[in-house]
């Protein structure tokens, strides 16, 4: 029986992006466990390259890993040099990484959250799989709690009331123009916006639009409560960090709406919406203090998905941090499951979290592992095939 694979497969194995990712998510995290642990920066960029070649082979390399350590790095498996952790501590805190990240990316299949999964590890090391020193340290890396995400939170300015109510409004076919026009007009920079919309190349008119009425008019009440919502949110994406966010934030939006029309299974304007605020927990995560967001870019900077370096850094995820952004809203609760499980769509009943879903995938976003295991279930509960996703074309940006 054969057991090594042949150099070709190794390279195969090597050059695959699923495993070059997991590589990087395993250096990551060895790389946060070895700072609260105190050890240097040679150490860490030795491990984080390590962590690159550990998948060389199909399997874990297991019982190889102190050999590369001390082949590659020169740290020798049992000694200790200049106070160095030896190789094969260095090894197995690779391993943990490795079970932890693992653990993490069968994820879509299980519920387990930062917590149990470290309760696990602290199980595993008693029986002498790990390090009780590395887990620990693990158990350290998370630097926010939800509590301090809930008083960023508090701080985030109030639910724009302008675009709950012209979503209400573009879901009674009786709405007038009039109506809308009185929403409008409530917020002069609200006006000025559905204004420069209304004349801008999009809508091609020969005679400037200068009144609220004819701009409604011309856009009609659909098109006119977009703009309002997408204006209403999107001083809160000012700062140049987060700009990328609100572009994100638009397409799923109209994603969301173009799937909601085509199934019929939600509301098109309810889709929109809160497909403009699936991710604004992740804003909220932003204004975390900035030792914590300096580490969140750095890991994002090192490959690791957002959703990952969330869990790693904070023990949740943009999802919860979202759930508690809408809470502080006082939006209706279903817009808030929808929000808390647009990336785990199916831990919940909501339509809304499978339509954000595929939103999501269909933008091409990479907040989280892909999984098709998730994609088949979004895709069976609202009975769309994948040529329907690939006719929903990417939609033009907005504002
Ligand atoms: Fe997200
Ligand atoms: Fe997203």
Redo the contacts with the bound molecule.
């Keep these: 029986m054969r057991t090594q694979p042949t150099p070709v497969e190794t390279k195969a194995v090597y050059d695959e992006p699923a495993i070059q990712a997991h590589c990087r998510r395993v250096g990551a995290t060895a790389v946060e466990v070895a700072k609260k642990l105190g050890w240097k920066g040679e150490q860490q960029r030795a491990l984080r390259a390590a962590a690159d070649s550990h998948h060389i082979f199909a399997n874990r390399v297991g019982p190889l890993l102190p050999r590369l350590l001390e082949h590659i790095f020169g740290y020798a498996a049992q000694e200790s040099p200049a106070g160095a952790p030896p190789g094969e501590e260095m090894a197995k805190l690779l391993e943990m990484s490795c079970f932890f990240v693992e653990r993490w990316e069968f994820l879509p299949y299980e519920v387990a959250r930062f917590e149990q999964m470290i309760e696990e590890l602290r199980m595993m090391a008693r029986d002498g799989f790990f390090e009780n020193a590395h887990v620990e340290g693990l158990a350290k890396v998370p630097g926010a709690s939800l509590a301090e995400v809930k008083a960023v939170v508090s701080k985030l300015p109030v639910f724009p009331a302008a675009a709950l109510k012209a979503m209400q409004l573009a879901q009674n076919p009786l709405t007038s123009a009039m109506q809308m026009e009185q929403i409008v007009g409530t917020d002069p920079v609200l006006a000025g916006e559905v204004l420069r919309m209304a004349n801008s190349p999009l809508y091609a008119s020969t005679v400037p639009y200068r009144s609220i009425r004819q701009a409604v008019v011309a856009m009609g009440i659909p098109e006119c409560c977009r703009i309002l919502s997408a204006a209403a949110f999107r001083p809160m994406f000012q700062s140049p960090l987060i700009r990328p966010l609100w572009s994100?934030?638009t397409e799923?939006a109209r994603i969301a709406e173009s799937l909601a029309r085509l199934t019929g299974k939600v509301e098109p304007e309810e889709a929109f919406l809160t497909g403009l605020v699936?991710?604004i927990g992740r804003l909220a995560l932003w204004k975390l203090p900035s030792r914590l967001t300096a580490q969140y870019t750095a890991l994002l900077g090192h490959g690791c998905e957002p959703m990952f370096a969330e869990v790693l850094l904070c023990g949740f995820d943009h999802c919860s941090a979202g759930r508690e952004v809408m809470r502080h809203w006082g939006l209706p609760d279903r817009l808030g499951e929808a929000v808390e499980y647009?990336h785990q769509p199916e831990r919940s009943d909501s339509v809304l979290a499978q339509v954000l879903y595929l939103a999501?995938h269909c933008?091409g976003?990479q907040?989280d592992l892909p999984s098709m295991a998730r994609f088949r279930h979004a895709q069976e509960s609202l009975g769309v095939t994948s040529e329907q996703l690939r006719s929903i074309s990417s939609p033009p940006p907005m504002c």
């Design positions: 994100h934030s799923v699936h991710d647009h999501d933008s976003s907040e």
